[in-house]
């Protein structure tokens, strides 16, 4: 193990969270290595999409913390959080409907100062001119070029799904949050996610992956989590983690509810 | 050290797929590309026709429509401003008046000091109305809803207070603004004063569009959408909104400054809450999604008590009622009027006129594409 070299890119330590007086997480630590897809599963309300707010910056902790390439993430808000090349989608559809496909991954690369925001419009004419653009290179990857000019709430669910991705990955350029890709996504319609997925991981971006489908989870991952009422419940090989008794339990368990 | 490198150096993204390799996904909703355009297009361009009509006709028409004409510019430029805040960036604030006040108030102390320039009491105006256009911000950073309403409901009253007391302490009649002059040009006199205020709303309403295609009003529109999205996205919240806020306060501040010019005073009876309700409800009543919709509801309740008073008073004569309980009452009606047209706005069609079109538009589209062979349409890439 060539441990001294390799600082994980993302790791989590001991964290607990409170919210509204109430206990949603405790004691959650796991790392992902560079290159690596850590996927996590568990039941809806388990607290997969808190652990994302977390690393996000929009849920403080209680205790823990967490480390980005070995630097505490510690106090940023939010958009810093987006500076260091941390993407991340979001579990809802619900937003950004009134926006275009092109804006909408654009934002990613929006400067939060007045200057670097009134160029922000340059995007469009870059590509123009032939420079490079992250935002119109990871449409192109994802296929969503012809989309480029199109309000978001004219499209459906899936291509929703994927320029969210997208959106994530023109950001996160070190570290890609997936907050359930597939969920609203029909059967016919989820090998689009999947191809999409896949595609990130041959780059090698390193990614954490959540979804309610262990299966797809499971397929799509180097490193598997499970976890339920906030805690983690085994990490390791997603085959072996998904194979445990104490998973299965949670899963069976649930199913009787 | 050079795999440290490579861990900070982001993945580079290889070229693009072959078109044909790419998922072939179809749009939820065919029909786009029907003989009408976009959907919203018509419905934009009636707009856009209908203002520039009214435009000439206040330009050249009799001099009492050159009046209605100046005071329909004035309160859209104050609409516009209104709609950066609400329609552009989703922040709801009742303090339009307020900021028109500060707009009159400080043409008029300018005025009284002896500074008679025109553009740098414009200036003054919209630097005074950034300002406290970006304090009123502040309530904004932690409130949202009801309590940012009732936040900038203090605010509209704290400003008619002071404005109250400066007037008493300066001129208790009013503040006199001069007529305005340019260079020794005198620009109150005739269609002159119309034109003027034109072409500054012109000015910022293409500004205003200019800005909405650069990063601030993307930011402007993630927020209104979900401010917590908008913040994972990568916005700063905090600076954009501040931002919205200060912003609208200088437009209407301007707007104010406007209306001083084309009373000649700025007194504080002009600026109370009734002009923030009333400026909200040009906004819904025109579709408060769109500046073209702000424009339109802008000159529709502006023009609406000029109309009553004139045509409406004829009509009654004519039929040998007697009208004087509306002219002796006008400011109270008007203002139990708008607040039913901004509650029926908000009940009926929370879109407003721009909704109305938007709908009467989808029933010709669909006229349409009963007609258009099914299989022409939903085909894409
Ligand atoms: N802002 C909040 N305030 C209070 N409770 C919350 C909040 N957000 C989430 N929760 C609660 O935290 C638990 C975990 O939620 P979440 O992380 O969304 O679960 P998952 O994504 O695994 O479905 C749920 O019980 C949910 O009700
Ligand atoms: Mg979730």
Redesign the interface.
């Known amino acids: 193990m060539t441990a001294t070299?390799?600082?994980a890119?993302l790791e989590v330590q001991h964290v607990d969270v409170e919210l509204g007086g109430v206990s949603i997480l405790r004691d959650i630590s796991f790392d992902v290595r560079?290159?690596q897809t850590l996927g996590i599963v568990g039941p809806n309300g388990a607290g997969k999409t808190t652990i994302l707010n977390v690393i996000?910056a929009?849920v403080p902790t209680v205790k823990g913390q967490v480390l980005f390439?070995g630097r505490p993430l510690g106090q940023l808000?939010?958009?810093r959080v987006?500076?260091l090349?941390i993407g991340?989608s979001?579990q809802s559809t619900?937003?950004?409907?009134?926006?275009t496909v092109l804006?909408l991954v654009?934002?990613?690369s929006?400067?939060?100062t007045?200057w670097?925001?009134?160029?922000?419009?340059d995007h469009r004419k870059l590509a123009r001119r032939g420079e490079p653009s992250?935002a119109a290179?990871?449409l192109?990857?994802l296929?969503l070029?012809?989309y480029a000019d199109?309000p978001l709430g004219?499209?459906?669910t899936?291509?929703q799904k994927?320029v969210d991705m997208a959106?994530a990955l023109a950001?996160g350029?070190?570290l890609v949050l997936l907050d359930e890709p597939t969920s609203g996504v029909s059967g016919a319609?989820r090998?689009?996610v999947t191809?999409?997925l896949s595609k990130l991981r041959e780059?090698?971006?390193t990614i954490v992956l959540i979804d309610h489908d262990p299966g797809f989870v499971m397929a799509n991952c180097d490193q598997l989590m499970a976890m339920n009422f906030g805690e983690v419940l085994k990490i390791g090989n997603p085959r072996e983690v998904m194979d445990s008794p104490e998973v299965r339990q949670s899963y069976l368990g649930d199913s009787q509810y | 050290m050079t795999e440290q490198a490579e861990l900070n150096s982001p993945p580079a993204l290889p070229a693009a797929p072959a078109a044909s390799d790419r998922p072939r996904l179809s749009p939820r909703r065919a029909g786009l590309l029907s003989p009408l355009g976009r959907r919203g297009t018509p419905a934009r361009l009636f707009m856009i026709a209908a203002l520039l009509a009214g435009g000439l006709w206040a330009g050249f028409g009799s001099p009492y429509i050159n009046l209605i004409g100046q005071a329909c510019v004035i309160f859209g430029i104050a609409a516009l401003g209104q709609w950066m805040l609400v329609g552009g960036a989703g922040q709801i604030a009742i303090s339009g008046g307020a900021f028109m006040g500060i707009g009159a108030f400080t043409a008029g102390l300018l005025a009284n000091a002896g500074i008679e320039n025109f553009f740098v009491i414009l200036v003054v105006s919209a630097v005074v109305g950034f300002g406290v256009g970006l304090l009123s911000g502040i309530p904004g950073l932690r409130f949202r809803g009801l309590y940012l309403l009732l936040a900038s409901l203090a605010l509209q009253f704290i400003m008619q207070s002071i404005s109250y007391q400066v007037q008493q302490k300066v001129s208790p009649a009013g503040l006199v603004v001069p007529p305005l002059t340019i260079g020794g040009k005198d620009f109150s006199f005739g269609t002159s004063f119309y034109w003027l205020v034109l072409v500054i709303l012109v000015v910022i309403y293409a500004l205003l569009a200019g800005l909405e295609r650069t990063g601030v009003g993307v930011a402007w529109k993630a927020l209104r959408e979900s401010e917590v999205a908008a913040a994972m996205t990568g916005v700063d919240v905090t600076k954009w909104k501040l931002y919205a806020f200060a912003a609208s306060g200088a437009i209407t501040a301007i707007a104010g400054t406007l209306f001083a010019y084309s009373v000649g005073r700025a007194d504080h009876e002009s600026y109370t809450i009734l002009v923030s309700i009333s400026l909200l409800t040009m906004l819904f009543l025109g579709g408060s999604g769109s500046r073209i919709g702000a424009l339109f509801g802008a000159v529709i309740i502006t023009a609406l008590p000029y109309f009553l008073q004139s045509e409406v008073s004829v009509w009654f004569q004519n039929a040998g009622l007697s009208f004087d309980w509306y002219t002796n009452n006008m400011s109270v009606i008007n203002a139990g009027l708008f607040s039913a047209i901004f509650v029926i706005v908000i009940l009926f069609e929370p879109e407003g006129i721009q909704g109305l079109l938007i709908k009467l538009e989808t029933g010709i589209r669909s006229l349409f594409r009963h007609r258009s062979p099914k299989g022409a349409k939903g085909v894409e890439s």
């Open positions: 070299l390799e600082v890119t560079p290159g996000s929009v390439k808000r939010p958009h987006r500076d090349g991340r979001l619900h937003y950004f409907h009134d926006m804006n654009s934002l990613g929006l400067r939060n007045v670097g925001a009134l160029r922000f419009s992250r290179e990871v192109d990857l296929g070029t012809h199109r004219e499209l459906s899936a291509v994927l959106r950001v350029t070190d319609e090998g689009v191809t999409a780059l090698g971006v």
